[in-house]
């Protein structure tokens, strides 16, 4: 039988009798100091130990064929708020996306100093996952030890969802991180609740949090039971600071109120049925919901609501015990169950009123407490091994996953060949050419934007039909002409890009499109593609050579 866990893990070595020594013959107040101290010291070495792996996993995971996916019609919405000037973008704001307008600032500054490729436009999703997975270890680290949190945040950055929107040119990445951000520095505050300054980063953090996005403040139930768990005192001061974190939102959450009609109308009404399947969408995978949510559980049968041991063996803060001052048994626990859970259910119940906010991206930001969960409840597995076999199965398991969301149209719900369009007109195009997309009932697939964003900057073909672009309405959507057959202006070449389906790609356009363009033009030639048609017509008077 081994030597019990009581001795090798607590008893003194030399330096430590000397530290006591030491300490004992101090100040009270100084010696407390260096106490303190020495087991932040320590805190800092066990937390440094746990977020490394996670974060290179994540950022590897993100980076891997982001520029594969073409750009969606939410990408595309992104791409063309934020390379609109900034006067129009702000104004832009006051009609539309007001929710998204940090979001959108961001990524203006960003396309400014590294451009708009899909790449470029993707890039801070992905840096933002790597912090996200690394704010999940440390998050891990702090509550059940250094192996459970470098655990947890390998299950976050193994999860598909989460490599599917890290390479997603939107807010929720960004919005992922913000939340364990700011958890983790609720954490450090509760650690030391008199300190100002880390109250103050808390603050900030949430502030972050309601300007990304307005849904993920519910993530703040979760920081309630944490402040709830500390005492009173404490409960004053979380509740201050997420006050001003809140407070700072209270513009985006004036204008987003009144838009949301219009934004977000599309999502159901939830009902139980689609709560229950709101899980496996939230994982991006049934089998990863199933076998992290239960992982979870588990992690409640603990003693105490803790595993039977820490890392290596070890029990002090330097060897995967919690920080100083942090919370530890049953009501972390609780704390990490509300973060996941309450949520989606916060959602769900206020979704039976005027407008339903339920849908499971705006949810992405629990993630990381489920992470940490299922961390805790493997940190006892032994051999370690055991762990590593059990994330390798994983990974091989999700990988048809991992490779469907790298897939050309892999972001659609309807798959359009916006780069295959872009490529035809380019490769075809002579100079005094044009272009007429079609805008009507299908105009939620957004070819002009998206065959616009995939042409040359120096490749911008007269729009024949367009009256007002979104930009100049200081909206998403543009307006044309009324009287189209006043609006051609004798081009003799015209580029039609239109929904595929018809055989007459004509017959796509509004009416009186149509047959303004027959009048005057016929077609010489077709390119039907994934979701969209692009043809060539040539003036009748023009004897111009066709392609």
């Not at 007459?504 to 010489?524: G, I």
Request: charged share 15%; hydrophobic share 50%.
């Amino acid at each position: 039988m081994g030597t019990p866990a009581s001795v090798t893990d607590h008893a003194p070595e030399p330096a430590d009798l000397a530290a006591s020594a030491a300490s004992a013959a101090a100040p009270a107040g100084l010696a407390t100091d260096r106490t303190a101290a020495a087991a932040e010291g320590d805190h800092r070495r066990l937390l440094g130990s746990a977020w490394l792996w996670p974060g290179l996993l994540a950022l590897v995971l993100g980076l891997y064929g982001a520029g594969g996916p073409q750009l969606w019609e939410d990408e595309l919405n992104t791409w063309d708020m934020a390379t609109r000037s900034t006067g129009r973008l702000l104004e832009t704001i006051q009609h539309v996306d007001a929710v998204l307008a940090t979001y959108y600032l961001l990524l203006h500054g960003w396309t400014g100093l590294f451009g708009d490729s899909d790449l470029a436009l993707r890039l801070p999703s992905v840096l933002a996952t790597a912090g996200a997975a690394v704010c999940t270890a440390l998050i891990g680290a702090r509550l059940a030890g250094r192996r459970a949190g470098r655990v947890a945040g390998l299950l976050f950055a193994l999860t598909p969802v989460v490599s599917r929107y890290a390479q997603e040119a939107r807010p929720y990445a960004l919005v992922v991180l913000a939340v364990a951000l700011a958890t983790l520095l609720l954490l450090r505050a509760l650690d030391r609740p008199a300190s100002v300054p880390r109250w103050a980063a808390y603050a900030l953090a949430t502030a972050a949090v309601g300007l990304l996005h307005l849904v993920a403040l519910t993530a703040l139930a979760g920081h309630l039971v944490a402040a709830v768990a500390k005492g009173r005192s404490v409960l004053l001061r979380f509740g201050l600071a997420a006050l001003a974190g809140v407070a700072a939102s209270a513009p985006v959450l004036l204008l987003g109120r009144a838009q949301a009609g219009r934004q977000i109308s599309w999502i159901p009404r939830p009902d139980l049925e689609g709560l229950a399947a709101f899980w496996p969408q939230l994982f991006g995978s049934a089998l990863v919901a199933g076998a992290v949510m239960a992982l979870a559980a588990l992690a409640w049968a603990g003693r105490d609501g803790r595993t039977d041991g820490e890392d290596a063996g070890g029990s002090g803060v330097g060897d995967g015990g919690a920080g100083p001052g942090a919370m530890t048994g049953r009501p972390w626990l609780l704390a990490m169950t509300a973060s996941a859970v309450a949520p989606p259910l916060i959602l769900w119940t206020v979704s039976h009123g005027d407008v339903s906010y339920f849908y499971f991206r705006y949810l992405l930001f629990t993630l990381p407490a489920w992470a940490v969960l299922a961390g805790a409840a493997l940190r006892t597995v032994r051999p370690r091994a055991v762990v590593a076999v059990l994330l390798a199965a994983l990974a091989l398991l999700t990988l048809p996953e991992q490779r469907a969301l790298r897939e050309p149209y892999a972001h659609f719900w309807h798959g359009v060949d916006y780069r295959g369009a872009a490529a035809t007109i380019e490769r075809y195009h002579r100079p005094g050419d044009a272009v007429v997309y079609d805008r009507g009932d299908d105009y939620w697939r957004l070819l002009d934007a998206g065959v616009r964003h995939y042409l040359p900057d120096d490749l911008r073909p007269r729009d024949v039909f367009l009256a007002r672009s979104a930009a100049d309405r200081a909206d998403l959507w543009a307006t044309e002409c009324p009287a189209p057959a006043r609006c051609l202006r004798g081009e003799p070449r015209i580029w039609l890009v239109v929904p595929a389906g018809d055989a007459d790609p004509l017959t796509a356009l509004p009416p009186a499109q149509a047959r303004a363009l027959r009048a005057h033009y016929t077609a010489t030639g077709t390119e039907r593609l994934t979701g969209v048609t692009v043809a060539l017509l040539v003036r009748k008077d023009a004897g111009a050579r066709t392609r």
